[in-house]
């Protein structure tokens, strides 16, 4: 006896969709963003810095030598414009359950502050000072392997590094991204004291070594892949948790990697697939929505490098891992860069600030919908001494 009545059987909607998640932005908790009232039009802002007085010595009836002063003029240009553009359509807005329109534009309004947030921590590379292994008892010129036995001496060298140059430390922050934060909680738990379990406004998490703490999974990434041998079938790469598999032929299994005719072919095919540019289909198959998703929101970009190497940028806590056949192919100099640093040391000017404009759509029934933003953003010469880049080992991730 076999009954056949699943066409009875109901389907449901849940009230609410899955949500989408991004990163939790800490920029507006650390620039310095009152430059805004001073560029109410135009796009650059000018703000010039003097030279060094040195002071000599005064011999009695003998002319004094006067010397030279000038000025350097430094600028802020607001020059960068993005926009999260999408449409929907009426029949959609009258028969869809969920609000389309509101949600889209949440998720159109969280990718612009990732932007800008990413936009700020990527001033680490104007520090004048930074702090890596030879500092904390490791070898100089190494990143640092973190450790609940050195992490207080990054926060304490990163205080002497920006205190050499005569900068105030009043209203400083650090930013830390998962581990350092798992780190800094393992190294409190031995002293039974607690820092913040939440995130709160902008990412601030408490205080730690005297330095205010701001949590960001933005923190910008880099890291080297050497393919210097034609991969063997069944190879995989691994990026933040998505994997990629070189095949013979291409097949339809979501992240397959055509291995090409050499390892060159190979690491354009890896590079396609990676940044979901032309050739899906043909040299990789496109991973699965989810696992999409995943390298966008972590900004992961794959470039050609020197030699033989492919170099992966992104921002967060980023892993990565292979299963070469070859073992000489491996991911190399896998690096996390943080700002320590006073408040205010990098400037912000968002002329036209996150936000949702809608145009109707001529010929149709709908709204264009055009989440975007307008900004510019300047570490001047003299800030830079205001803040101090932390090289961080990723190889642990």
């Known amino acids: 006896m076999a009954n056949a009545i699943t066409a ?9 969709m899955q949500p989408t998640f991004y990163k939790e932005s800490v920029a507006l908790g650390i620039a310095n963003v009152e430059l805004r009232s001073d560029l109410k039009n135009g796009d650059t802002l000018h703000k010039p810095y003097r ?12 002319d004094i030598t006067v010397q030279d002063v000038s000025a ?3 600028y802020l240009v607001v020059d960068t414009a993005r926009i999260v553009p999408f449409y929907v359509d009426d029949l959609d807005k009258i028969q869809n359950k969920w609000d389309a329109v509101a949600e889209f534009a949440m998720d159109g309004m969280r990718r612009l502050n990732n932007v800008l947030d990413r936009a700020i ?3 680490y590379s104007n520090a004048k000072k930074y702090v890596d292994a030879g500092d904390v008892g490791g070898s100089a010129g190494s990143n640092i392997s973190m450790s609940t036995s050195n992490i207080h001496k990054v926060f304490t060298r990163a205080r002497v590094k920006i205190s050499m140059m005569d900068v105030p430390m009043s209203d400083n922050f650090a930013i830390v991204g998962a581990n350092m934060m798992e780190i800094i909680n393992q190294y409190l738990a031995a002293r039974n004291t607690v820092l913040g379990d939440d995130v709160n406004r902008n990412g601030y998490m408490g205080k730690f070594m005297g330095w205010n703490i701001y949590f960001s999974n933005n923190l910008p990434y880099s890291a080297n892949l050497s393919i210097a041998t034609l991969p063997t079938a069944t190879d995989t790469v691994v990026v933040n948790g998505v994997t990629f598999t070189f095949v013979a032929s291409i097949g339809t299994t979501a992240g397959n990697v055509l291995r090409g005719a050499d390892a060159a072919a190979s690491r354009a095919n890896l590079i396609a697939a990676i940044n979901a540019a032309s050739g899906a289909g043909t040299t990789y198959v496109e991973p699965s929505v989810a696992d999409r998703e995943i390298l966008v929101n972590s900004g992961i970009v794959a470039a050609a490098g020197s030699g033989t190497n492919i170099t992966l940028t992104g921002y967060g806590d980023i892993s990565v891992a292979e299963t070469f056949t070859d ?10 860069h943080t700002i320590f640093g ?11 600030s996150p936000s949702v404009e809608f145009r109707v759509a001529e010929k149709r029934l709908g709204r264009y919908v055009y989440p975007w933003m307008l900004y510019g953003k300047k570490t001047f010469e003299k800030d830079k001494r205001r803040i101090v880049d932390i090289r961080i ?5």
């Open 8 to 16: 009875f059987n109901p389907a449901y909607w849940m009230n609410e």
């Open 51 to 62: 030279s060094a007085l040195k002071d000599q010595a005064y011999v009695k009836a003998t």
């Open 72 to 74: 350097t003029d430094e």
């Open 121 to 123: 921590l990527n001033e």
């Open 327 to 336: 073992g000489t192919d491996a991911w190399s100099a896998q690096t996390q």
């Open 342 to 352: 006073v408040k205010g040391a990098i400037s912000l000017v968002t002329q036209k």
């Open 393 to 397: 080992s990723a190889a642990s991730f």
